[in-house]
């Protein structure tokens, strides 16, 4: 059942629709699709290429720069199975130390236990796939299992985007392209607008003009959804 909706989904946004039930299958709460193709990036945000996580996590976690004290990036990369851990574990039987800030933050919004797994597309990008809820962790058939769906979902991710990749130029014009282009790069809309000569309210007007031409919700995807596309680099 699940492996039919994955590959009827004819959109990102409806793969991720179909994830959202994975998690929910597994008693987890979340799906978070990241992309690992800036080795330099210190900004969890610029990362996401989809999650349902909210927003607010990542604001704090970024705000805190804290990927500068997570080195798990580097650990999933290590395994081609998925991995699992859980801050519910007692210290001594972790698989690895979770600096207090960010498992402070995970327990206020319920990412006990997370299930991560590194995906590389035709290209050679690479990319993190992780499920997040508080339940206890993973059996290994669960894992066996979820890891199954993991590698589906991604071939489906990968010949969605291929087909978006084939579609009209972009639907952005050169300015509401700028204003995404210097989001993508962390400014506000106060600094953008210093940076084109505009006004802040000018630049949330291209901002809002891009966010519904893109189908988005909000900056975020909207910046991810741009990168996705290759409208922005």
Same mark, same amino acid.
């Given at each position: 059942? !699940?492996?039919? +909706?994955?590959?009827?989904?004819?959109?990102? $946004?409806?793969?991720?629709?179909?994830?959202?039930?994975?998690?929910? +299958?597994?008693?987890? &709460?979340?799906?978070?699709?990241?992309?690992?193709?800036?080795?330099?990036?210190?900004?969890l945000s610029r990362?996401?290429? &989809?999650?349902?996580?909210?927003? @607010?996590?990542?604001?704090?976690?970024? *705000?805190?720069?804290?990927?500068?004290?997570?080195?798990?990036?580097?650990? /999933?990369?290590?395994?081609?199975? @998925?991995?699992?851990?859980?801050?519910?574990? @007692? !210290? &001594?039987?972790?698989?690895?130390?979770?600096?207090?800030?960010?498992?402070?933050l995970q327990r206020?919004?319920?990412? /006990?236990?997370?299930?991560?797994?590194?995906?590389?597309?035709? $290209?050679? %990008?690479?990319?993190?796939?992780?499920?997040?809820?508080?339940?206890?962790?993973?059996?290994?058939?669960? !894992?066996?299992?979820?890891?199954?769906?993991?590698?589906?979902?991604?071939?489906?991710? %990968?010949?969605?985007?291929?087909? +978006?990749?084939?579609?009209?130029?972009? @639907?952005?014009?050169?300015?509401?392209?700028?204003?995404?282009?210097?989001?993508? &790069?962390?400014?506000?809309?106060? +600094?953008?607008? #210093?940076?084109?000569?505009?006004?802040?309210?000018?630049?949330?007007?291209?901002?809002?003009?891009?966010?519904?031409?893109?189908?988005?919700?909000? *900056?975020? #995807?909207?910046?991810?959804?741009?990168?996705? !596309?290759?409208?922005?680099?």
């Amino acid at each position: 059942m !699940l492996s039919s +909706e994955i590959s009827a989904a004819h959109s990102q $946004e409806g793969l991720f629709l179909a994830l959202r039930r994975v998690t929910h +299958e597994f008693s987890l &709460q979340h799906i978070t699709l990241l992309s690992l193709n800036n080795p330099d990036e210190k900004l969890l945000s610029r990362m996401i290429v &989809q999650s349902s996580i909210p927003e @607010p996590y990542f604001a704090e976690f970024d *705000r805190k720069r804290l990927l500068e004290k997570c080195a798990l990036a580097d650990i /999933i990369i290590q395994s081609k199975l @998925p991995f699992c851990w859980s801050i519910g574990d @007692p !210290l &001594q039987s972790r698989p690895f130390p979770v600096d207090s800030a960010i498992e402070d933050l995970q327990r206020r919004y319920g990412l /006990i236990t997370s299930v991560a797994m590194t995906l590389h597309s035709l $290209e050679g %990008e690479r990319f993190i796939m992780r499920f997040d809820g508080a339940r206890p962790r993973l059996t290994q058939v669960e !894992l066996n299992e979820i890891g199954m769906i993991t590698l589906h979902s991604f071939d489906m991710f %990968e010949k969605i985007r291929r087909n +978006e990749r084939k579609a009209t130029p972009s @639907p952005l014009t050169v300015r509401e392209l700028e204003v995404v282009r210097w989001t993508a &790069q962390g400014k506000t809309s106060v +600094e953008i607008g #210093q940076i084109l000569t505009l006004s802040d309210h000018t630049v949330n007007a291209y901002m809002t003009n891009a966010i519904k031409k893109l189908d988005c919700v909000n *900056r975020t #995807q909207l910046v991810a959804k741009a990168l996705r !596309l290759r409208l922005i680099a």
